[in-house]
C-alpha cells in the first residue's frame, strides 16, 4: 500500500500493520473496551503482577484463561507457557489470533475433572475460583497441587468479598466464592506450605489491609500432597 506518515519516526507503525495488520482484542477483552475500557488496564495489571512474579520459570501454566488475551504478559518473562480453559469455545477462539512471535500453547483442561497432563514449575489462575460453588473449590485447588512440580509456586487471584456490594448485578450472578483475605489465605495453607497474601486496587498492587482490597491475589509455595 506503501502509505507513510509525515514524522518518519512512526513509518516502522504503518510497515507493521501492512505486514501483520491490526491486533484483535480476545472475546472477553472485546467486550470490556467497548463497556468498561479503563478496567482492561486492572486485568492486564494482575498479569502483569503475574509475569514479575514467575519471571524465569520454564514451564507455566493458566488455569481458566477465557480469550487468552492477557498471556502474552506472562509468556514475555517466561520460557514456555501453556493457557487452559475448559470451554473449548475460548480456545478455538485464541488459537484464530495466536502470534508466530509469542508462542503460547493452547488446551482445553477442566481442573474440576482432574490435573494438567503435564507437571509445571508455575500455575496462575485469576478471575476463576470465586466462579466455582465452595463445595467444588477442594477439586480446584487439588488438581492445581497435582499439576505442579516439587517446589513449585501459584498464584490466586479473585475479587475480594468485601468488593461484591459495588459489583454489578452481573458479575454478583456468576461470583459465587467470593472470600475475604483472612479465608482466602487460610483455605489455600491448606494445600500450600506458605501462602502470601497481597491487596490490589485498581491497578496498584500492596500489601494494605485486605478488608479495603478489591481484589486479591495470592502467591502460594511448596504443594501440599496429602490433601
Keep these: 500500500m506503501n502509505q507513510h506518515t509525515k514524522d518518519p519516526v512512526n513509518q516502522s507503525l504503518i510497515d507493521l500493520e501492512e505486514r501483520i495488520g491490526l491486533q484483535q482484542f480476545g472475546v472477553m477483552n472485546n467486550a470490556v473496551w467497548h463497556e468498561d475500557p ?45 493457557i487452559t480453559d475448559y470451554d473449548p469455545y475460548f480456545i478455538e477462539q485464541f488459537k484464530q489470533q495466536a502470534s508466530e512471535q509469542w508462542p503460547i500453547e493452547a488446551k ?58 459495588y459489583a454489578s448485578p452481573a458479575s454478583r450472578e456468576g461470583h459465587v466464592n467470593c472470600k475475604s483475605g483472612k479465608d482466602l489465605q487460610e483455605l ?19 500489601t494494605g489491609f485486605s478488608k479495603m482490597a478489591h481484589y486479591l491475589l495470592a502467591l502460594c509455595v511448596d504443594p501440599k500432597r496429602n490433601k
Excluded: W
Aim: aromatic share 10%; glycine share 6%; charged share 25%.
Design 188 to 206: 489455600l495453607r491448606l494445600y500450600f506450605e506458605h501462602v502470601f497474601l497481597f491487596s490490589m486496587n485498581d491497578e496498584v498492587v500492596h
Design 38 to 82: 479503563k478496567r482492561l488496564v486492572f486485568t492486564l495489571a494482575r498479569y502483569k503482577f503475574v509475569a514479575k512474579m514467575f519471571s524465569g520459570k520454564s514451564e507455566v501454566a493458566e488455569i481458566g484463561c477465557g480469550d487468552g488475551f492477557g498471556a502474552r504478559i506472562v509468556r514475555q518473562e517466561v520460557d514456555n507457557l501453556l
Design 108 to 165: 482445553t483442561q477442566d481442573i474440576l475433572v482432574g490435573p494438567l497432563q503435564k507437571k509445571v514449575d508455575a500455575i496462575y489462575s485469576l478471575d476463576v475460583m470465586e466462579h466455582i460453588h465452595q463445595v467444588s473449590e477442594s477439586y480446584f485447588l487439588k488438581n492445581i497441587c497435582l499439576s505442579l512440580k516439587d517446589n513449585g509456586c501459584a498464584i490466586i487471584g479473585m475479587p475480594s468479598l468485601e468488593s461484591q456490594s
